[in-house]
């Protein structure tokens, strides 16, 4: 798992920074899941080592002009006219009608390969690896955050005691593999467990963006390696921030703390923060760290490798 920031802006782009989008490789399966797509998402896939035609799913948070406005060239970007993939998109009330409405009037073709899901606060996604699910969050219109769970794996399977023991080899090593207890023609009975090393535990992100502080986030967050949280405002402007049900830095932490998170990753920064103005981001990482020390500052095109946990 491997999170390529997009675009690390709130509201508008700057000359460094692009507005949100998140991108979540799966290398092991060849995919890219989008989280949100802000205007200008394909050019900044254009200049990422990120390949378009890879994005399978795409989760948008809330209907905001900076996380919705680069869907249809994304879209248009990924093949969908002609022959590609499927994408499926989850999001919203009201995502479904937007981009039905856009393909309408700018006359593309989305035909049957774009499935849209409204979520609800719950599971939004399910297969064999992945669970998919949200919380509704506390901004100026229905926001969600969402987090991915990667499923627990079986441990490394011993061969070598395999064999040792006399088990021949062929589908009955699946079978051990996934922790089965089978019973050989001899009458033994084999228990997969004793013959594979611990179970690889999954890793879980979570992406809260955009919202004031609150208890869903935290709850969303709990036990995750990695939460993507949005920090607006730095602390001395936290009236702002309840004023636009935004973060401020001191918000993300608190949220990554309480949830006993492993990394916080804060993005979404407002413009008002840029060089040369009084208030820089190391001040809002600074505010941040004191509360939370694993922080980090997300900027355009950061890719962050999410590690295995041991």
Request: positive net charge.
């Amino acid at each position: 798992m491997e999170i390529t920031f997009l675009g690390t802006s709130s509201g508008v782009p700057t000359r460094s920074r692009n507005v949100s989008s998140v991108a979540l490789r799966l290398p092991q399966r060849a995919e890219i899941w989008l989280f949100d797509c802000g205007e200008g998402t394909q050019h900044q896939l254009l200049r990422s080592e990120l390949k378009s035609s890879q994005i399978r799913r795409i989760f948008v948070t809330h209907m905001h002009g900076d996380h919705t406005f680069g869907l249809m060239g994304a879209i248009a970007s990924s093949g969908l006219a002609g022959n590609a993939q499927s994408i499926d998109i989850y999001g919203p009330p009201g995502l479904a009608d937007y981009l039905h409405n856009c393909a309408k009037y700018s006359y593309m073709n989305i035909g049957s390969r774009l499935q849209i899901h409204t979520v609800s606060p719950g599971l939004v996604y399910e297969d064999q690896e992945f669970t998919v699910s949200c919380k509704l969050l506390k901004h100026r219109v229905p926001a969600y955050g969402y987090r991915i769970t990667e499923k627990d794996r079986p441990g490394k399977f011993n061969i070598k005691k395999a064999k040792a023991l006399g088990i021949p080899s062929g589908p009955i090593y699946g079978k051990l593999k996934q922790g089965a207890t089978i019973t050989l023609e001899d009458g033994r009975q084999i228990n997969g467990q004793e013959l594979c090393d611990e179970p690889e535990i999954g890793r879980k992100v979570i992406y809260c963006t955009d919202t004031v502080f609150c208890d869903a986030a935290v709850e969303l967050a709990q036990d995750g390696d990695v939460l993507i949280h949005e920090a607006t405002f730095a602390h001395q402007d936290a009236g702002l921030a309840f004023d636009r049900l935004h973060s401020t830095s001191t918000m993300a932490a608190q949220v990554a703390l309480l949830a006993g998170v492993k990394q916080l990753i804060m993005t979404h920064f407002s413009p008002r923060y840029a060089p040369g103005n009084t208030l820089q981001l190391d001040d809002l990482k600074r505010e941040a760290r004191a509360i939370f020390p694993n922080t980090k500052l997300a900027y355009d095109f950061y890719t962050y490798a999410v590690p295995r946990r041991r």
